[in-house]
């Protein structure tokens, strides 16, 4: 794999301007460990329903990497397990990411104990107020990334009005799953990439075969914004922040509406069934650039075959 820099990157110690996205229930110690050795950044991610516990098994599944990580975390999820920052600063990350809020407390614990800080933002009212917060680094997400977030603003238009606002390094995020897209967000200024739909659908990931074989089959307008599987689940998301997920059977009987506790009922039962004619898939709009189940080493040197310009 011939090497893409950035100056973050390099200053990173990588060999790739990618991260993986720190997914909850996808981007586990196996998907982070395989990313970092392939010369990106690895990233364990904490999801709502993450736990201290759950962290250290998977923190765990790193080894002996000798290479920098990352961990990402929502807002309220640390807010709810005081432990779980402890143990992402024990761990040493390179980059830690809390998302999806507006207290800053975090950040300055992060930075004292040698922690590049990162955080998502969808406008520039929020980039401003984190980066007045201390924070180091930016995430773009875009409208047509996978999972939760604010689907306000699509990659390109939001990463060039950052650039232009901010003086930090800024990662985009949405829609990103080719060679091409990597290229044309790093032409537009971006220090790297923030990627999770195609590494979710990698194998070190910690999706089960059934819903990385939903993301190779899926295309790119497959995907919709929904509030449905946690209003049916009880997830307390806030309805600014939907997830976009691949269609199916459940989107198409309930998004929009309140699941009635039949609906509920047959969710629950397909999730622990692995059913995803029902059952969730998160999923940004880049889905349709994933045709088979790959390593991560394969995704990253896929993504990295297309220059800027070229």
Not at 234 to 250: D, Q, T
Request: aromatic share 4%; charged share 20%; with cysteine.
């Amino acid at each position: 794999m011939e090497t893409i820099a950035t100056r973050w990157s390099a200053a990173m110690n990588l060999n790739a301007p990618i991260v993986n996205a720190p997914m909850g229930g996808a981007a586990g110690g196996l998907l982070a460990a395989a990313v970092s050795r392939a010369g990106g950044l690895g990233m364990i991610g904490s999801g709502s329903s993450g736990s201290a516990e759950q962290l250290k098994a998977q923190l765990r599944q790193l080894g002996d990497i000798k290479r920098p990580f990352g961990i990402g975390f929502i807002e309220w999820v640390v807010e709810k397990d005081t432990h779980l920052l402890d143990t992402a600063l024990e761990a040493r990350p390179a980059l830690l990411a809390v998302s999806f809020g507006e207290d800053w407390e975090w950040v300055g614990r992060a930075r004292d104990a040698g922690c590049v800080t990162a955080t998502q933002v969808a406008d520039l009212e929020s980039a401003q107020r984190a980066v007045d917060a201390g924070v180091q680094v930016l995430v773009a997400r875009g409208s047509e990334a996978g999972g939760h977030g604010t689907p306000a603003v699509s990659t390109l238009p939001l990463l060039a009005a950052v650039l232009d606002r901010v003086d930090v390094p800024v990662l985009a995020a949405g829609g990103i799953a080719s060679g091409r897209a990597l290229a044309a967000v790093l032409a537009a200024g971006a220090s790297g990439a923030w990627i999770g739909t195609a590494f979710a659908a990698c194998r070190e990931s910690l999706l089960s075969d059934a819903a990385r074989q939903v993301l190779v089959d899926a295309r790119a307008g497959d995907t919709l914004n929904t509030r449905v599987f946690d209003v049916a689940l009880g997830y307390p998301w806030p309805e600014h922040l939907p997830e976009r997920v691949i269609r199916n059977a459940f989107t198409e009987a309930w998004d929009g509406r309140t699941p009635d506790e039949q609906a509920r009922a047959q969710l629950r039962e397909a999730i622990a069934a692995d059913d995803f004619r029902v059952a969730p898939v998160n999923a940004g709009q880049g889905v349709g650039d994933i045709d088979a189940v790959e390593t991560a080493a394969a995704v990253i040197e896929r993504l990295t075959s297309v220059r800027p310009g070229s």
